[in-house]
Structure formats: structure tokens, C-alpha cells
């Protein structure tokens, strides 16, 4: 007859505990951080006239990234919001547009007296034009090897 006495088994127990907790702080910290970084990394690497030409500036200022921690898991989440092309230039479209009636005060550049274009239909071809998802596959790597320090650097403490 063998008999075997496990000595420790709640220290055990208990330090596994606190690694879960330990590495989760470690991962919303590095996702909070590069949230961060990949936003700066859009607005400067890809909206600067590298991906899009700069012309007015709303869609720089419409990148944003936030961070949703539920307890079990960790968002980080980098994307536009209230620019309304930006869709447009990410996945490309083809198709018909409508144009709503408005009025010009410019015309080539020259200001002009204002006048009323009314509402048209045009079709539309814009290639992919990819700014948020192209900068998360040009930064996969680094944040794969971020990820794994944080859950090693939380596995040794």
C-alpha cells in the first residue's frame, strides 16, 4: 500500500490565485498602454499622407482608443468615430451615392457666389484605402511579444 501526503497543496492553490490576478493587471496595463500607441501610430503612420493624404484633418481627430476590462477579459479597441468616410477609405466601396441638395460657396478652389446644386445620384468606385487595420497587422508582432512578457513578467513576481 503506497500513501502519499501532499504538503503545500493551499500555498499552491493560493499562488496560482494570485498569478491569475497578477497577470491580469499585467495585461491591462500593456493593452492600456499600446491601445495608446497604436492610436499615435495611425494618426502619424497612416493619416499623415502616407495611406491618406492630410487635407482637413477630421479623420486624424476622429481616431480614438479605449479599453473595456470586465474582470475575465481585456478590449483594447483603437477606431474612428464621427468621421463619416472613414468606413469609406478602410474597406473600399463601389456603388451608387446619393447627394443631398446643398449649397457651394467655392468652386475650384475660388470663392464664389453661392448657389444651390441639387440632389444627384453618382456611382462611386474607392479602392481600400486601409489605415486601422493595416497599422494593427503592421504592429502584430510587438504586441504578441508584449503580450507574453506581461503574462511573464506576472508569473514571476
Known amino acids: ?10 500555498e499552491v492553490i493560493a499562488r496560482f490565485s494570485s498569478m491569475t490576478d497578477r497577470i491580469h493587471q499585467k495585461l491591462l496595463q500593456f493593452i492600456t498602454g499600446y491601445s ?5 501610430y495611425v494618426v502619424t503612420q497612416k493619416l499623415s499622407g502616407q495611406v491618406l493624404n492630410h487635407i482637413s484633418g477630421n479623420l486624424q481627430a476622429s481616431i480614438h482608443n479605449e ?6 477579459s481585456i478590449i483594447g ?32 478652389g ?24 493595416s ?10 511579444e508584449g503580450m507574453k512578457t506581461a503574462v511573464a513578467e506576472a508569473a514571476k513576481e
Open 77 to 108: 479597441r483603437v477606431y474612428s468615430a464621427g468621421c463619416n468616410y472613414a468606413g469609406i477609405h478602410e474597406f473600399g466601396f463601389t456603388g451608387s451615392e446619393t447627394v443631398k441638395e446643398h449649397i457651394r460657396t467655392h468652386l475650384f
Open 135 to 144: 497599422s494593427l497587422a503592421d504592429n502584430r508582432d510587438e504586441i504578441i
Open 67 to 72: 479599453v473595456e476590462d470586465s474582470g475575465s
Open 1 to 10: 500500500m503506497l500513501t502519499v501526503d501532499i504538503v503545500g497543496d493551499k
Open 36 to 40: 495608446a500607441k497604436l492610436q499615435n
Open 110 to 133: 475660388r470663392e464664389v457666389a453661392p448657389f444651390t446644386v441639387p440632389s444627384f445620384t453618382r456611382e462611386m468606385h474607392m479602392p481600400e484605402r486601409s489605415f486601422l487595420r
